[in-house]
């Protein structure tokens, strides 16, 4: 028998560190859609430690609060990065394999619907192409304020009013919305994760 | 022309800025300065416990999973000194079979692991792959 661990011994470990989760099903993601559903696990496991240590944040601008979020995905070996020089300054990119696969994120601290406006505006027209390895990313709406659930519904409800056409889907967690537009640069569909990130703490 | 010393000095550099743990980007630059070693010259077919061994780790679950993270940087696309393979071990009796990457990639996507000599699926098949680690072309450099 190997000299070696198995992919089962593997699993058990992430019982000892989170960020060992996933870890084998990152490296060997060769198609863009399995790297985008293990990235969503991963930054909603991130994002868990986010809210679990908010006290920390409350005098955290949008960007530190984001260099936060970059850190963990780094720790899972994501090559994950900060108003990097992508079509602008976008405020979150992860790419994977190479490069071979990108996805991005707009960050903003919530401060209602007409500023989050501003962030989709950045992801969907200036920063991301929508190409077939790109046409998936996202927007997270930092809640420092009470009700995020509302504060993210209240987003919904506007963009709505912006985007022609527009298919919203819910998930299992309510703090998480999926959109999908046309992206204005490809014509593809273009598919956003909206994600409140719960930070109010009292 | 860079001398070795100033190319693992690189690695360690750029170990040292990717990684924000501090306890794994120590064990990566342990790990980086026993590849680079003549000891590791001939080194070719790499598994966690042989690393262990050599280095002298304790085998707990903790240590494991700070190897794990260390080999997955030092073997990702920004470092990229080792590949990480895998192989079937489906009876204790037989050879290990070698993994195509895509057929685990598959075997995560689906469920189900495909034998690629036999066509079966393989039953429990997370008990029985089993990834090791081969030196890339930018680790041999420095030794040739």
């Given at each position: 028998m190997p000299n070696s661990i198995s992919l089962e011994q593997i699993e058990y470990l992430a019982k000892y560190d989170l960020e060992v989760k996933n870890l084998i099903a990152r490296k060997v993601a060769n198609n863009y859609e399995q790297f985008v559903n293990i990235l969503h696990d991963d930054l909603d496991d991130s994002i868990q430690h986010l809210t679990q240590n908010r006290h920390l944040y409350q005098n955290f601008s949008e960007d530190q609060i984001s260099v936060n979020l970059i850190g963990m995905l780094k720790a899972r070996n994501y090559d994950a990065d900060h108003d990097s020089q992508h079509g602008g300054h976008v405020d979150i990119i992860v790419k994977h394999q190479f490069g071979k696969f990108e996805w991005l994120g707009e960050a903003k601290i919530w401060g209602g619907p007409a500023y989050m406006a501003d962030g989709w505006a950045q992801l969907?027209?200036?920063?991301?192409?929508?190409t077939i390895n790109d046409n998936h990313g996202g927007i997270l709406l930092y809640v420092k304020a009470p009700n995020a659930v509302a504060k993210l519904n209240d987003w919904i409800d506007h963009l709505k009013t912006i985007e022609d056409e527009i298919k919203i889907s819910s998930e299992t967690n309510p703090l998480v919305k999926n959109t999908i537009t046309k992206h204005p640069s490809s014509g593809l569909d273009y598919r956003v994760r909206h994600i409140a990130v719960v930070l109010n703490h009292n | 022309m860079k001398t070795k010393e100033q190319i693992i000095e690189d690695w360690l550099d750029e170990t040292n800025r990717d990684i924000p743990s501090s306890d794994v980007a120590s064990l990566c630059s342990e790990i980086i300065g026993f590849l680079a070693s003549s000891k590791a010259k001939h080194f070719n077919h790499i598994t966690f416990m042989s690393l262990f061994t050599e280095l002298q780790l304790e085998h707990s679950s903790v240590e494991q999973a700070k190897a794990l993270k260390a080999l997955d940087y030092i073997s990702s696309a920004k470092l990229h000194l080792l590949d990480m393979k895998f192989q079937l071990y489906e009876t204790e009796h037989e050879d290990p079979i070698e993994l195509e990457t895509e057929l685990i990639s598959d075997a995560y996507k689906t469920g189900v692991l495909f034998n690629p000599e036999t066509g079966e699926p393989v039953e429990n098949f997370k008990e029985k792959v089993f990834p090791y680690f081969t030196r890339t072309q930018k680790l041999m450099s420095i030794h040739a």
């Open positions: 969907n027209k200036r920063y991301s192409a929508g | -």
